[in-house]
C-alpha cells in the first residue's frame, strides 16, 4: 500500500546544507546568536519587509515571549479564537491572562470581527487573533477596533509564512506578527518561530527574554528563559528561503488539483480564495456538511487506505480539559467554530505530493 502522510517536511538539496553549514566547523559557534543567526534574521527583515525580527527555537516561546515583552496586566483579558493548535492558547495563560473566546467567520475560518466588540470589557488588554491555513483574519477590521479601544493586537501568523495581502507581507500587521518554522510547515527550520514588529524598544526586550533575561556577564535585567535559534536551524532556515517560491508553487498546483476534484459536490465544502491575499497553500481544509459520509467515517476510511488527514482543529482549545475552568470557554459559546470543528479535516499537501495521488485521495472520499 502506497502510504500518503499527512505532510513532508521540506528540505533543501543535502549538498547546499552541507555547504551552508560547513563553517560552523571553523567557528564551533553552534548557538548564542552567530553569524548564521545574524545571517538569516536579516535576510526576514529583508523578505517580510519589517524592521526587526527576533528569531527563536519555537513558535511557541515566541508568542509566549511577545506576549510577556507588551507587559500586559496580569488578570486582564485577551480576546482569541478557540479554532487554533493549543499554543495559541497556552502562551496567553501562561503569561497569566484570560482568553476570552470569539468565534469565527465559516468561510475562512478566522476570527469574527463582528463579535469582537461585544467581548471588550474593561478587563480587555489585548487581541490575539489567529491566521488559520493561509487565510487571514480581517486585518483592517481589527486594527480600527484595536485603535478605539487601545488594545495590543499580536497575530498567531503560525500559518501565514508567505502570504501577502495587497503586496503588504502578513509579518506587517498588529503590533507583532509570530510566525512558526515547525517542520511541518510551509517553510521550516527543522524547529523554529520569529517575531516580526516594528517598535524598537522591543529589540532588547526579546533579546534578553530568551536569553535568560542576561544582559551583561554580570546581570540579568529580566527573569528570562532559554529559546534561542541554534546555528543549524538558522542555516535551514537560509537555505529552504531560498526555496520558499518554488515550494509554493508547487503546493499550488496541488491544491489546484483538490479544487479541480472536490468542487461542486453536494455537502463538500471548500475555502474560496480571499481578495487580494496570495495565499502560501499550507493546508488543504475540507468541510464535510451534510455529506453522505460524516467527516469522521472519511477520516477512518482514508486512514484504511493509507491516507493521513488530520482533524485540523478538533478539538477547540476552549474545549480542553484545562481550559473549563474559565468560564469564557466551551464551545457551545462558540457554535460556528463548533461546527466547523466537528466537520473539518485538513489533507494531506505538501510540495512533491504527486496529482496522481491526490486523485487517488479524492476518488476515496467520493467513493
Not at 146 to 154: E, T, W
Amino acid at each position: 500500500m502506497n502510504v500518503i502522510n499527512v505532510t513532508r517536511s521540506s528540505m533543501p538539496p543535502m549538498e547546499e546544507y552541507i555547504t551552508e553549514i560547513r563553517d560552523l566547523w571553523d567557528s564551533h559557534w553552534l548557538t548564542n546568536m552567530g553569524i548564521k543567526h545574524r545571517e538569516f534574521q536579516s535576510q526576514l527583515e529583508n523578505f517580510l519587509g519589517v524592521p526587526y525580527v527576533a528569531l527563536y527555537t519555537n513558535g511557541h516561546l515566541a508568542l509566549e515571549n511577545i506576549i510577556a515583552a507588551m507587559d500586559l496586566p496580569k488578570g486582564r483579558e485577551v480576546i482569541t479564537t478557540p479554532f487554533t493548535f493549543a499554543s495559541t492558547t497556552h502562551a496567553i495563560v501562561r503569561n497569566g491572562l484570560i482568553p476570552v473566546f470569539c468565534d469565527i467567520k465559516a468561510d475562512d475560518f478566522t476570527i469574527d470581527t463582528s463579535k469582537i466588540e461585544s467581548l471588550i470589557t474593561e478587563k480587555t488588554c489585548a487581541i490575539v487573533p489567529v491566521h488559520v491555513y493561509g487565510h487571514l483574519c480581517d486585518v483592517e477590521a481589527i486594527e480600527n477596533i484595536a485603535r478605539k479601544h487601545n488594545l495590543k493586537v499580536i497575530y498567531d501568523a503560525a500559518h501565514a509564512f508567505g502570504v501577502t495581502k495587497n503586496g503588504v507581507s502578513a509579518a506587517c500587521f498588529g503590533d507583532a506578527s509570530m510566525f512558526s518554522f515547525h517542520a511541518t510547515k510551509v517553510f521550516n527550520t527543522i524547529e523554529g518561530g520569529a517575531v516580526c514588529f516594528s517598535d524598537d524598544t522591543l529589540v532588547q526586550v526579546l533579546n534578553d527574554m530568551k536569553n535568560f533575561g542576561i544582559r551583561g556577564p554580570e546581570d540579568c535585567a529580566y527573569i528570562g528563559g532559554n529559546a534561542k535559534m541554534s546555528e543549524f536551524q538558522a542555516a535551514m532556515g537560509i537555505c529552504n528561503l531560498r526555496h520558499l517560491s518554488e515550494e509554493i508553487s508547487k503546493r499550488k498546483k496541488v491544491v489546484e488539483r483538490y479544487i479541480a476534484d472536490l468542487s461542486g459536490i453536494s455537502g463538500i465544502k471548500l475555502s474560496a480564495p480571499q481578495d487580494g491575499v496570495e495565499s502560501n497553500y499550507a493546508y488543504f481544509p475540507v468541510v464535510f456538511d451534510r455529506y453522505k459520509y460524516t467527516r469522521d467515517e472519511i477520516f477512518a476510511k482514508l486512514s484504511e487506505h493509507g491516507v493521513t488527514a488530520r482533524k485540523y482543529f478538533y478539538p477547540l482549545t476552549s474545549d480542553f480539559e484545562c481550559y473549563k475552568k474559565f468560564q469564557t470557554a466551551g464551545g457551545d459559546k462558540t457554535p460556528v467554530a463548533k461546527h466547523i470543528a466537528a466537520n473539518v479535516i485538513t489533507l494531506p499537501l505538501y510540495a512533491d505530493l504527486s496529482l496522481k495521488d491526490v486523485d487517488r485521495i479524492c476518488e476515496i472520499i467520493k467513493s
